[in-house]
C-alpha cells in the first residue's frame, strides 16, 4: 500500500517520537509498503544542535520530506502558524500531489494536524489513522493552553469529529480509550490500544557517563522532560525530608520549563538532588542500567490522557519503576501488577517518602523487582512484539 506518515518531527530530531514513528515506518518498509513522511527540519530542542537535513531524502527505505518550519517552543503564534503551513503541506501532498491507501499523524502540532489529516482522508478516501499519543485538547486544559472556553469548545469539536473519521485511533491505554469514548458514548470512536516500545537508540547503550555517578547506595533517576505536567514538586518535597539519609540521592536528567525553578528549589531545601541535563538516548539508557529505581509521575488527571513513554525505557534496563499518579490507572496497575516496581498516589509527599524508604531499605525486594521488569519488557514492550501489531493494524 501507499502510506503517508505525517508528525511535526522526524528523526534526527529529538523527542521520542521522533524515533519511535521512523521504527514505525522502518517496520512497513520491510512489510512491503511504500511509506512517505511529511516532517519538518529539526528544531525541536533549542539547546541541541539541529543540523539541517536535506529537503527530501531516503531514510530507511522511505521518501521523507522535510517542510522548513522556524523553532515554536515558547512562541505560540509561530506554533498555529505552523500548524497551518504544515495542514497545506497535508493538502498539497496527499491530495494534490499524490493519492494515498492510508495516511497516519500523531498528535503533533496537536488538533490541528489531525484535523487536516482527518479532512485529506476523506477527500481521497484514504483510510486514516490517528495516533493519539497524548489527548486533546483536554491536556491542554490541564495545562493552561487551552483554559479559554471558547477555544477549549471550539477545539473540542475539532477533534471529536477528527476521531470519527479514524479507523482507527490508536491510544496508548485503556484509560486513553475510556476517555474517548466518554466524550461521545452514543457514538463511540473506533479505538485500538498499542503502547510504546522502549526509545529507540542508535548504538548500544554508552559504558562511560559524560557526568560523575553519585556515590551513594540509592540512587533515583528521573529522565525526561522537566515541565508542568510531570508533577515533579512533590519528589523534590520528598527528598527534601530524606536530606539526612546519606544514601539516598535523586538524579534528574533532562531539560524543561521546570527545571530551573526546581533545581532552586532542591537546593534551598538542602535536597539531594543532581541536575545533569538533557542527555543522547544511550546515556539515558546506561544511566537507567545503573539507577536504582526509576520515577514517573503525572499531574492529577493526566492519566487519562496521556501514559508516559519512559516507562517502557526503563523496564527495557531493568529499572524498577516508582510511579507517583492515581493507582488506579493504568500505569499504576501495569507497575503494580507485574511486580515491577510500586505506585504511590499522586501528589502524596509521605507516601511518596515511605514508598522512597521502603526500597532503599529492601535491597532483595529491589532485586526481585529488576527481575520482574526486564520480563514484563520483554512480554509487553518489546520492540518487535510492539511493531508486529503496527504490521497487523495496517494489514
Not at 275 to 300: C, D, I, N, T
Request: hydrophobic content about 45%.
Amino acid at each position: 500500500m501507499k502510506v503517508l506518515a505525517i508528525h511535526r518531527f522526524y528523526w534526527p530530531d529529538t523527542p521520542p517520537y521522533a524515533s519511535m514513528l521512523r521504527a514505525i515506518v522502518g517496520q512497513w518498509v520491510s512489510d512491503g509498503h511504500e511509506v512517505d513522511v511529511l516532517s519538518s527540519q529539526p528544531s525541536y530542542k533549542a539547546s541541541v544542535d539541529n543540523q539541517r537535513q536535506p529537503a527530501r531524502e531516503r531514510v530507511g527505505g522511505a521518501n521523507v520530506v522535510r517542510l522548513n518550519l522556524p523553532p515554536e517552543a515558547g512562541r505560540p503564534m509561530v506554533r498555529i502558524v505552523n500548524s497551518m503551513v504544515l495542514g497545506l503541506g497535508v493538502f498539497w501532498h496527499a491530495v494534490v500531489r499524490k493519492r494515498y491507501d492510508v495516511i497516519m499523524v500523531s498528535t503533533s502540532p496537536p488538533v490541528l494536524a489531525g484535523w487536516f489529516v482527518a479532512m485529506a482522508a476523506k477527500l481521497t478516501g484514504a483510510r486514516f489513522i490517528y495516533h493519539c499519543m497524548d489527548i486533546h485538547p483536554e491536556i491542554g486544559r490541564i495545562s493552561g493552553e487551552f483554559r479559554n472556553p471558547r477555544v477549549f469548545s471550539l477545539l473540542s469539536r475539532l477533534d471529536r469529529w477528527t476521531c470519527t473519521q479514524a479507523r482507527p485511533v490508536v491510544v496508548l491505554s485503556d484509560d486513553m480509550a475510556e476517555s474517548l469514548i466518554a466524550r461521545r458514548p452514543e457514538e463511540p470512536p473506533e479505538t485500538t490500544v498499542i503502547n510504546n516500545f522502549s526509545l529507540p537508540s542508535e548504538g548500544a547503550a554508552s559504558d562511560e557517563l559524560p557526568f560523575p555517578w553519585p556515590n551513594e547506595p540509592f540512587v533515583l533517576l528521573f529522565a525526561g522532560n522537566i515541565g508542568r505536567f510531570q508533577g515533579l514538586d512533590v519528589f523534590v518535597d520528598a527528598m527534601a525530608r530524606l536530606r539526612d539519609r546519606q544514601d539516598i540521592r535523586l538524579v534528574m536528567m533532562g531539560d524543561g520549563t521546570e527545571k530551573e525553578r526546581l533545581s532552586c528549589k532542591a537546593e534551598e531545601n538542602g535536597a539531594p538532588v543532581s541536575f545533569v541535563g538533557h542527555q543522547s538516548v544511550e546515556v539515558a539508557k546506561a544511566a537507567m542500567a545503573r539507577a536504582s529505581a526509576g520515577f514517573v509521575s503525572l499531574v492529577p488527571e493526566l492519566y487519562r490522557y496521556a501514559y508516559p513513554s519512559k516507562t517502557m525505557t526503563y523496564l527495557e534496563q531493568g529499572c524498577p519503576v516508582l510511579v507517583a499518579v492515581e493507582t488506579r490507572s493504568c500505569l499504576a496497575r501495569d507497575v503494580i501488577g507485574n511486580g515491577a516496581g510500586v505506585a504511590v498516589p499522586g501528589g502524596d509527599v509521605d507516601a511518596l517518602v515511605n514508598a522512597i524508604l521502603s526500597l532503599a531499605d529492601d535491597p532483595e525486594s529491589l532485586g526481585s523487582m529488576r527481575r520482574k521488569a526486564l520480563e514484563f519488557s520483554a512480554r509487553a514492550f518489546a520492540t518487535d512484539v510492539v511493531l508486529a501489531r503496527w504490521s497487523s493494524l495496517l494489514q
